[in-house]
């Protein structure tokens, strides 16, 4: 059975409603860069959070090929958030290479059990706690 999802009567700004009417839930070109200009990884060597180098759409489709990672359930960008979230996250961690990091991209967007939009759903719900705002007329 498919249930419409419970945010679909939260009162949301003008911006934010444009843009889930033109791409859903899911990441375009604007919104990733947007995501990932955030997103920060901890400097071993320093102790600090620093700014990732955050991958294009070129760079993981490339990674995804090399690696012989097809994605079944891929929508919008969302995958491009998805490998820059491990990126900043997990790489050199629980995920210690490029390999990894493919299929870890394949297990976010092709989870069977997981309605659509979740990847996107998961990243402003993160903002949402955080207490950042998102500018949604800057990813329109």
């Known amino acids: 059975m498919c249930r419409p999802a419970l945010d679909v009567y939260d009162d949301m700004p003008r911006e934010m409603k444009a843009y889930l009417r033109n791409n859903g839930w899911h990441f375009n070109k604007k919104a990733v860069e947007y995501a990932a200009s955030m ?25 995804l090929s090399r690696n012989g990672v097809k994605l079944e359930n891929a929508t919008g960008l969302d995958y491009v958030y998805a490998a820059n979230m491990a990126k900043a996250d997990f790489l050199g961690s629980s995920i210690k290479d490029e390999q990894h990091l493919a299929l870890h991209v394949k297990d976010v967007i092709d989870d069977p059990d997981a309605a659509d939009g979740t990847t996107m759903r998961r990243w402003y719900a993160t903002m949402v706690a955080a207490g950042e705002p998102v500018e949604w007329d800057e990813i329109l």
Not at 40 to 57: A, H, L, Q, R
């Open 39 to 63: 997103m920060k990884k901890k400097n071993p060597t320093t102790g600090k959070m620093e700014k990732i180098d955050p991958y294009t759409k070129e760079q993981v489709d490339e990674m």
